[in-house]
Nanobody, 117 residues
Framework: QVQLVESGGGLVQAGGSLRLSCAVS????????MDWYRQAPGKQRALVAT???????NYAGSVKGRFTISRDNAKNTVYLQMNSLKPEDTAVYYCHAYDLTRDVTYWGKGTLVTVSS
């Protein structure tokens, strides 16, 4: 009953910024954790940032100080603000939601971010 739709990806030069959005619809009351993952070509999917119930956030070491995850509950949207982008940030970025009480996960289809040098 939960659907995630990412948007905001695109082509940007190194040093630039992008803001990704994840629109959440359906029964979101039981969602306790939301994350952003990314997967570069030929590499495994990796956790980028986590936003837990209560506002706790965590980031991968490679993006600390550059990326910020946030939520707008009124708009049912999760954001990933990405600043000072590097070519190694190039990847498909996926929104992920987790229902801790039911051990159920939801994934968006992804949005491509390409950072040129």
């Amino acid at each position: 009953q939960v659907q995630l739709v990412e948007s905001g990806g695109g082509l940007v030069q190194a040093g630039g910024s992008l803001r990704l959005s994840c629109a959440v619809s359906g029964n979101i009351a039981r969602i306790t954790i939301m994350d952003w993952y990314r997967q570069a070509p030929g590499k495994q999917r990796a956790l980028v940032a986590t936003f837990s119930t209560g506002g706790t956030t965590n980031y991968a070491g490679s993006v600390k100080g550059r990326f910020t995850i946030s939520r707008d509950n009124a708009k049912n949207t999760v954001y990933l603000q990405m600043n000072s982008l590097k070519p190694e940030d190039t990847a498909v970025y996926y929104c992920h939601a987790y229902d801790l009480t039911r051990d159920v996960t939801y994934w968006g289809k992804g949005t491509l971010v390409t950072v040129s040098s």
